[in-house]
């Protein structure tokens, strides 16, 4: 099982990023997707999660209007558009894939099963 993210890196406030994380070894479209970031010295955090088969997504309200989760299931992809982003944004950015049933962007790290590795997201002029 895997899931490798990319696309983080450096960006000025009020720039975009696109991150993408690839799934391997499980049955990802029977999987809920989700994003979770965690800044220096703060706890791991979710911003956001979609459903397996409807597709319904949730967002933290911080991230609302702003960030755009969705997934190609027949990529094995989860992708996260991050727009107008701001320095408070800035941490490490983790997906993660959960066989429960997901109904809110603020279940905690013990609804996932499997995490990928971290894409730092910097948002600094």
């Known amino acids: 099982v895997q899931l490798v993210e990319s696309g983080g890196g450096l960006v000025q406030p009020g720039g975009s990023l696109r991150l993408s994380c690839v799934a391997s070894g499980f049955n990802f479209d029977q999987y809920a997707v989700g994003w979770f970031r965690q800044a220096p010295g703060k706890d791991r955090e979710g911003i956001s999660c979609m459903s397996n088969r409807e597709g319904v997504t949730y967002y933290r309200d911080s991230v609302k209007g702003r960030f755009t989760i969705s997934r190609d299931n027949a990529k094995n992809t989860v992708y996260l558009q991050m727009n107008s982003l701001k320095p408070e944004d800035t941490a490490v950015y983790y997906c993660?894939?959960?066989?429960?049933?997901?109904?809110?962007?603020?279940?905690?790290?013990?609804?996932?099963?499997?995490w990928g590795q971290g894409t730092q997201v910097t948002v600094s002029s």
């Open positions: 993660a894939a959960s066989q429960r049933v997901i109904t809110s962007a603020l279940a905690t790290t013990s609804m996932y099963d499997y």
